[in-house]
C-alpha cells in the first residue's frame, strides 16, 4: 500500500511539472484571436536591420478582464509572411512556421533583435490569451526610415555678390584718380 501512496504521488507531481499547454494549444489560440485594443510599442520605433527593440504589450482592459490573462504571444513577421529576426524570451514555439514568444502574465514585455537581411518592414503580432482560452490580438508595423539627402553647398558665389564685389573695386579705383583730376583742373 505504500508503494501504492508514493506512486501516486510521484505521479501527482509529474503533473505539475509538465507544461500547461502544448505547442498544438499555443498555435490554437491564435487561429481564433480578435482584434483588440490594448497597445504595442517598440522602442526604436523605425526598422532597422540587426537591431535589438523592447518590445512592450500594455493592457488597457479593465482590471477583471486583466486578472483571467494567462500569457502574452508575440511574433515578428516579414512582408512575405515568414518569422524574421530573433526573440530573446525562454518559451518559444513554432506556428505554422512563426516563431511565436510566449510570455507569463508577470512579463509584458521582450527583446527582439532583427534579422541581418535588408526588408522593408516588420510586422509584430501581439496577442493576450485568457483563462478561457480565448485571445485577442494587436499587430504594429515598423518600417524603415525615410533617409533624407542633402545636397552639398555650391562654393560659386551668386552673381549677386559677384557683381558688388566688382562695383566695390571699381569705386576704391576711380576714387583716387577723381582726387588727382581735381587737383590738376585747379
Do not use: H
Not at 44 to 51: D, K, S
Not at 85 to 104: F, H, P, R, Y
Request: contains cysteine.
Amino acid at each position: 500500500m505504500a508503494a501504492f501512496l508514493s506512486l501516486v504521488q510521484l505521479l501527482f507531481i509529474g503533473t505539475l511539472i509538465v507544461p500547461a499547454y502544448t505547442a498544438t494549444e499555443v498555435c490554437d489560440w491564435l487561429l481564433n484571436a480578435a482584434e483588440s485594443n490594448f497597445t504595442i510599442s517598440t522602442s526604436p520605433t523605425a526598422y532597422q536591420a540587426n537591431t535589438t527593440y523592447l518590445v512592450t504589450i500594455t493592457d488597457n482592459r479593465n482590471a477583471s478582464d486583466s486578472t483571467n490573462v494567462t500569457n502574452y504571444l508575440l511574433q515578428a513577421v516579414s512582408p512575405q509572411n515568414a518569422s524574421t529576426g530573433e526573440w530573446e524570451v525562454a518559451d518559444k514555439e513554432n506556428c505554422s512556421g512563426i516563431d511565436t514568444a510566449i510570455l507569463n502574465v508577470t512579463q509584458q514585455a521582450a527583446n527582439w533583435t532583427s534579422s541581418v537581411s535588408n526588408i522593408s518592414s516588420v510586422e509584430i503580432r501581439a496577442y493576450i490569451v485568457f483563462a478561457d482560452r480565448s485571445a485577442v490580438f494587436k499587430t504594429v508595423t515598423l518600417s524603415k526610415a525615410t533617409e533624407t539627402t542633402t545636397l552639398p553647398s555650391s562654393t560659386t558665389p551668386n552673381s549677386v555678390s559677384v557683381v558688388q564685389s566688382s562695383s566695390f573695386f571699381i569705386a576704391v579705383i576711380q576714387l583716387p584718380l577723381l582726387l588727382v583730376t581735381s587737383k590738376l583742373l585747379s
